[in-house]
C-alpha cells in the first residue's frame, strides 16, 4: 500500500481501498477491512491491524494466531 500511494496525496479512503484490493488478490479470508483501523498522525496516517484467528488442529486441539501490525505512511 505504501508503494501504490508514495507521492500521492493520502486519503482513508483510497487506503481502505488498496487495502482492499490486496485481500481480495492474495484471499485474505479471516482479515476483513473493517478490522483495519486508520488514524490520522500527523501529516500522514497510521494503518493498524489487530485480530486473532483459532483453528482446529488435531482432535479437540486449536491453535490461535494473534497478529498486531501498524504502518506509519506520510
Known amino acids: 500500500v505504501r508503494e501504490e500511494h508514495s507521492g500521492d496525496a493520502l486519503e482513508p479512503r483510497a487506503l481502505r481501498g488498496a487495502?482492499?484490493?490486496?485481500f481480495d488478490i492474495e484471499s485474505v479470508t479471516v482479515l476483513k477491512k473493517d478490522d483495519i483501523k486508520i488514524t490520522k498522525q500527523g501529516s500522514g496516517y497510521v494503518i493498524e491491524a489487530d485480530y486473532y484467528d483459532t483453528v482446529p488442529f488435531i482432535a479437540n486441539v486449536s491453535l490461535m494466531i494473534e497478529f498486531k501490525k501498524s504502518v506509519t505512511l506520510d
Open 19 to 22: 487495502i482492499e484490493r490486496r
